[in-house]
């Protein structure tokens, strides 16, 4: 008997536009695989069209950078999406999701606590961009002259919701769908945001540099947003044909998180040098013409659903990995509940998103390594995997190890977390590093740092599968 994750359909399913997916993590047969890797253009591109880009290039500058040397973090961040794009290779030789390709590093076993605190990471951003999304719309609405109670920001909340869970809940053709034809709107919305905000640019270098911790806070904010992607890119690649050109679709990955996320943080570096982006949405529509602020809070809410959509979908699949024999439907459900349930809280109860942003920036002490071991494994595996292997959790598999835990993964992810804990500059937490090191925060140095220990713990164990 065939558990729920290598279980096939007793019948061949199709993967379309408004109908519910019914594959979860199991394998994608060949005879359903379609597309091609420009769809993965679109998926990087619409879902990176967000605000919080703007706010990233702000905060570079908070940190002391001049306009170039901001827009230099910026484009520099902009080329992780490489590691992004690359990532997906797996999802194509294999038809299942990253977080299912990652036991290959850690075992069956060793994959469930990186894979459980990647879920609340998928939540917590998911809430988070609901927040903004509904404030957004709200202040819409007030605009148009409904302003006071509860009940302009339970519209607003009840439409943001309702727009991320129906996307999300269709799956994976919807979703596709949905990140492109938004991103046709987006881009042309974002792009008149872009130029009536960075002419204005003060381009002046400022009278002091920003110092080793400006810099470093600046990369690690830029970084950060790429590498929370990390256990995702396969989940949207799994569908593609096996003969879809690799290069193709790492080019394409990245070539869409780039663009997007590089204009919309150079409009953000731009902006701070005009005004206050203590308040980010404030701040920038403080900088446009009356007639395009109704158009910017409809943008927001509309970056704030494309993002979220990718990670609510991914944290459905996420729940399977852990071994929560549900559908992928109802496993979604779930993630949607606690998003609206937090999303209340946050919004009717109390203000804690702030907080819940520094406990989100914390774990890139775990996902900057996470994100080192599994990419070097993916390179010595050269994105060669035993996918039924892959699919057993029990005894026997060839990614078993040492009782489902491989010792090689889980020692490089703790040396690697070790590094980024004691070098960790956040509002939770300050490694004991980091003022020897003049305040230089090189929390996502724990990548290639766990990366080499892998590599250099792994040589005999981490091989690529025969190809048939």
Known sequence: MLDHETAAP??????????????????????????SAKDVFWVWFGSNLTFTYVINGALAVAFGLSFWQATAVVVLGGLAFLAIGAAGLGGVRTGTATLVLSRAAFGPRGNRPAGALNWVVSIGYTVVNTVVGTLALEAFLAALGWSGGAAPRALALAVTLALTFAISFWGHATVQFA?????????????????????GADTSAPATGPGAA?????????LA???SYLPMPADYTRYLPRTTSLRAVTVSGALGGFLSSVALGVAGVAAATQTDMTDAVAGAESLLPGWFRPVFLALVLGGSVTNSVITLYSSGLNLQVLGIPWSRARALAVSAAVTAAGSLGALFLTD?????????????????????????DMVLRRCRYDSDALHRTDPGGAYWYRSGWHPAG???????????ALTCDSALWTGPLVAPLGGADLTLLGAPVAALVYVLLSRRTAIPHPTP
Do not use: C, N
């Open 410 to 420: 889980v020692a490089a992810l703790l040396a690697g977390g070790l590094f980024a």
């Open 352 to 376: 804690f998103t702030t907080s819940l942003l520094s406990f989100l920036s914390l774990l890139i002490i775990v996902f900057a390594p996470w994100g080192g071991v599994f990419l070097a």
């Open 214 to 222: 400006g810099w470093s806070l600046a990369f690690v904010v830029m």
């Open 225 to 227: 947003g790429p590498f």
């Open 179 to 199: 990140e492109r034809w938004m991103a046709y709107v987006l881009a042309v919305g974002f792009g008149v945001l872009v130029v009536l905000l960075v002419p």
């Open 10 to 35: 007793l019948t061949a399913t199709k993967d379309e536009v408004f109908q519910v997916e019914e594959h979860g993590i199991d394998p994608i047969p060949d005879a359903e695989r379609h597309g």
